[in-house]
């Protein structure tokens, strides 16, 4: 268990249909990643937030969008969803270092796989 | 945008032997790390580098980072079947402020008992 929850962790939805993914980082970490996996494909980076506050942008559709609660936790919002947007999405907080920045390592939640019908 | 490739893309071995892989970069990379992603579930953070030329181990699995810092490599020994799953390198371009890890496209390890 990697302290990092992920809800759903199914989803089955039509095109131009709009979900959330909901994701609570582990205790005291200050970062969410947001990742999008599709078949064979390695790992996709979307969006980060760190404290509350946008950090990176990836590749995320403008379809897509995030935001990061004062509690901490993370919502991916996917809208006018597409056949192409079927996928895993998988949320990851990092540990924070001593000097207050971020290492790197990231911890993953087991994801929300989404299925656009 | 930085590029890793990873290689191999999949590998069969037998119970026993030892297991080989790396990743290169176009660009310098100052973090490299190394996740094992099972069926179902998210990746899981094995092995993580921070200084050219490191060379770190976890058990049967050994790590380097290699002195150009543009390659690492993973070398698993004594393969057993747990050893099943999908093996990822990660690295970060050196950068001020936090930048998101950049993920090869993964090793697909299968181990025959």
């Known amino acids: 268990d990697s302290g990092v929850t992920q809800t759903p962790k199914h989803l089955i939805t039509a095109t131009g249909q709009r979900v959330t993914l909901r994701c609570s980082p582990r205790s005291g970490d200050l970062s969410v990643y947001w990742y999008q996996q599709s078949l064979d494909q390695g790992l996709q980076f979307l969006i980060q937030y760190y404290n509350g506050e946008e950090r990176a942008k990836g590749n995320i559709l403008e379809r897509f969008s995030a935001q990061q609660f004062p509690d901490l936790h993370s919502e991916l919002n996917l809208s006018s969803l597409e056949l192409g947007d079927s996928a895993l999405y998988f949320c990851?907080?990092?540990?924070?270092?001593?000097?207050?920045?971020?290492?790197?390592?990231?911890?993953f939640g087991e994801g929300s796989r989404l299925t656009v019908l | 945008g930085q590029q890793l490739n990873q290689s191999p893309q999949s590998m069969f071995i037998q119970e026993g032997e030892d297991v080989s892989m790396n990743c290169t970069s176009s660009?310098?990379?100052?973090?490299w790390l190394w996740y094992k992603q099972e069926p179902g579930e998210g990746p899981v953070l094995l092995i993580a580098?921070?200084?050219?030329?490191e060379l770190t181990s976890n058990g049967r699995l050994t790590a380097q980072f290699g002195i150009t810092r543009k390659d690492s490599f993973l070398n698993i020994s004594a393969s057993i079947p747990s050893d099943v799953g999908i093996y990822f390198c990660a690295g970060r371009v050196p950068r001020s402020g936090n930048t998101p890890l950049v993920f090869g496209k993964g090793t697909r390890l299968s181990v025959i008992a």
């Open positions: 580098l921070y200084k050219a030329g």
């Open positions: 990851a907080s990092s540990v924070v270092g001593t000097s207050g920045g971020d290492t790197g390592e990231l911890f």
């Open positions: 660009s310098i990379f100052n973090t």
